[in-house]
C-alpha cells in the first residue's frame, strides 16, 4: 500500500538520496517552565527530566553524544548522514554565544547535515533566528516548536506559560529565512474534544509549516497528570482512538508537510499509563490500516484558506 503520509524517511531521501538518521542531543538546557521565570512546576505532563537523557550533567559533550551514537546508528540503520537533534528541554534557552558554541561544535562532527532544534514559541527572538538563519545557508536546519494546541484554555489548563498568539509570532518570524518548521502536538489533553483536536490541525494546516508530530498525552510518574489519572479526573484515550485521531488530524494536514512522528516515545521506566503506549509498531500500524479502512490519506481534508465541513 502507498504510504498514506509525507514520513521523515522518505523526506531525507527525496533531499540528500539516502537514508539520514535523527541523533538526539541532551545540551543541559532548562526551561522557563522550570527555572521560576515562568514557572517551577513545568507543564502538568512533564518531569523534571524534560524527556532529556542527563548526559550532558553526566559531563558527556555534544561531540562525544553525536559519535557514540554514529557508530550504533551506521551499523544498525545503514545511515550516511546525520542530524543533530537538540530534544531536552528547550534549546534556545541560554546566551546566544552559548548557542552558537552548541550547535557550531555539532555541525563540525563528521556526517552532520543538519540540526534540529527543539524549543519553545516563547524563547525565540531575531538574534537566536539570525543565528540559525546563517547555519541554514549551508546546512539543513529544523526548528521545532512546541505548541501541544492551538486553544488557549487548554494551555493554560497544562500550564504551557505561553499562548496561542505566541506562536504565530514565532512561526511568522522564522518564515522565509530557509528555516524548516516543525510544530509538536499532543492529541488527548484534558477536556479537548475530538472536533477541538482537529480544529487546531485545520489552523496548523494554513500557517504554511513545514513538519508535524503527533504525540499521545501518557502519564508519567512524578507529573500533575499523574495525580488527575490517579483520582480519576482522566482518562486516557485507548489505541483506536489514538489511531482514528491521529489518521484525521493528518487528513486535514496539505500533503507537503513533513510527518516527523506519530505517537510518542515515553520511557517504560517513567509510564503510568496508558501501557499500549509502548507498542509503537501496533500503534504505527493501527494508524495505517484506519487510514486504508476509511479512504482517507495526509492532505484529504484540507482546503487551502477555508474551513472544510469535517
Known amino acids: 500500500m502507498e504510504n498514506p503520509y509525507y514520513d521523515l524517511n522518505t523526506y531525507f531521501k527525496n533531499i540528500f538520496g539516502h537514508r539520514v538518521h535523527k541523533i538526539s542531543i541532551d545540551a543541559g538546557m532548562s526551561c522557563p517552565n522550570r527555572d521560576g521565570r515562568l514557572s517551577t512546576s513545568g507543564c502538568i505532563y512533564c518531569n523534571q527530566t524534560g524527556s532529556g537523557t542527563g548526559f550532558f550533567q553526566k559531563g558527556i559533550s555534544v561531540t562525544d553524544q553525536l559519535q557514540n551514537a554514529k557508530a550504533y546508528i551506521i551499523k544498525r540503520f545503514k545511515a550516511k548522514k546525520f542530524i543533530a537533534y537538540f530534544q531536552s528541554f528547550t534549546n534556545t534557552y541560554a546566551p546566544l554565544d552559548q548557542l552558537k558554541r552548541l550547535y557550531d561544535e ?3 562532527v563528521e556526517d552532520v547535515v543538519g540540526l534540529a532544534i527543539g524549543t519553545r514559541p516563547d524563547c525565540v527572538d531575531g538574534d537566536i533566528l539570525n543565528l540559525l538563519q546563517g547555519y541554514a545557508k549551508n546546512h539543513l536546519i529544523w526548528i521545532e516548536y512546541g505548541l501541544q494546541s492551538a ?49 487546531t490541525a485545520k489552523i496548523l494546516s494554513r500557517m504554511g509549516i513545514d513538519g508535524l508530530k503527533l ?25 483506536t482512538e489514538y489511531a482514528n485521531l491521529a489518521c484525521e488530524f493528518l487528513a486535514c494536514m496539505p500533503k507537503n508537510v513533513v510527518i516527523q512522528r506519530l505517537t510518542s516515545d515515553p ?21 495505517r490500516q484506519a487510514f486504508n479502512d476509511r479512504g482517507l490519506y495526509q492532505g484529504k481534508w484540507f482546503t487551502a484558506g477555508s474551513e472544510n465541513g469535517h
Open 106 to 108: 555539532a555541525l563540525a
Open 151 to 199: 486553544h488557549d484554555h487548554t494551555l493554560a489548563l497544562i500550564n504551557r506559560g505561553h499562548d496561542f498568539k505566541a506562536f504565530q509570532t514565532a512561526v511568522e518570524a522564522t518564515q522565509n529565512r530557509g528555516i524548516q518548521i516543525c510544530v509538536h502536538v499532543i492529541l488527548g489533553l484534558p477536556g479537548e474534544s475530538r472536533a477541538q483536536m482537529l480544529e
Open 215 to 239: 504525540h499521545l498525552l501518557y502519564i508519567i510518574k512524578g507529573t500533575e497528570m499523574e495525580n488527575l489519572y490517579q483520582t480519576g479526573a482522566y482518562t486516557c484515550l485507548d489505541m
Open 267 to 287: 520511557h517504560p521506566g517513567e509510564l503510568v499509563a496508558p501501557l499500549w503506549s509502548l507498542q509503537k509498531a501496533e500503534i504505527r500500524s493501527l494508524i
